[in-house]
T-cell receptor, first 113, second 110 residues
Framework: GAVVSQHPSWVICKSGTSVKIECRSLDFQATTMFWYRQFPKQSLMLMATSNEGSKATYEQGVEKDKFLINHASLTLSTLTVTSAHPEDSSFYIC?????????FGPGTRLLVL | GESVGLHLPTLSVQEGDNSIINCAYSNSASDYFIWYKQESGKGPQFIIDIRSNMDKRQGQRVTVLLNKTVKHLSLQIAATQPGDSAVYFCAEGANSKLTFGKGITLSVRP
């Protein structure tokens, strides 16, 4: 149980384009989902907290207009990287919470050329 | 600010030996703690968690110890196997948010 999926698993795009990443909780409902970013050999950094039916809460330093988050249902949250640039290349990971424990998706590797 | 940190960046152990991974935290308001394992190119995998009102919790081959007096968390892996090789993160939770430590690489020697 407590399986979280992400799609796509990797994406390569040109600079200036937008990329959408989906996060789904497959066997449970998650009122709260989280989006993280991880650079090579570094820890996970929380970008935003996504609550179903309400606006996401962004961490300090994260541009909400660049990283659009939509949590349309209890099993789906999406992260859209708008006007992507090479510095946005990273490993994006979502998680979904069941009470206090968070279960993580497999991650999406984004490469912006 | 508050932070979660790990004492050692890497740990090398012999296959079959026990592994102990340590973590220090500084936010006394954290009410739960989680250990995650992350293999290369994958998302973090939940290993075990412990709430702040406990000092020990056991799972299959793993034990987590919490010492709130010195704000210390440890993960013990019994009979370490090659498949245990990965990066391990401790994370502390407060108000439904997790703060991750820097990560430690566990390398198992055959």
């Amino acid at each position: 149980g407590a399986v979280v999926s992400q799609h796509p698993s990797w994406v390569i795009c040109k600079s200036g384009t937008s990329v959408k990443i989906e996060c789904r909780s497959l066997d449970f409902q998650a009122t709260t989902m989280f989006w993280y970013r991880q650079f090579p050999k570094q820890s996970l950094m929380l970008m935003a907290t996504s609550n179903e039916g309400s606006k996401a809460t962004y961490e300090q330093g994260v541009e909400k207009d660049k990283f659009l988050i939509n949590h349309a249902s209890l099993t789906l949250s999406t992260l859209t990287v708008t006007s992507a640039h090479p510095e946005d290349s990273s490993f994006y990971i979502c998680s979904a919470s069941t009470e206090e424990t968070q279960y993580f998706g497999p991650g999406t590797r984004l490469l912006v050329l | 600010g508050e932070s979660v940190g790990l004492h050692l960046p890497t740990l090398s152990v012999q296959e079959g030996d026990n592994s102990i991974i340590n973590c220090a935290y500084s936010n006394s308001a954290s009410d739960y703690f989680i250990w995650y394992k992350q293999e290369s190119g994958k998302g973090p995998q939940f290993i075990i968690d412990i709430r702040s009102n406990m000092d020990k919790r056991q799972g299959q081959r793993v034990t987590v110890l919490l010492n709130k007096t010195v704000k210390h968390l440890s993960l013990q892996i019994a009979a370490t196997q090659p498949g245990d090789s990965a990066v391990y993160f401790c994370a502390e939770g407060a108000n439904s948010k997790l703060t991750f430590g820097k990560g430690i690489t566990l390398s198992v020697r055959p």
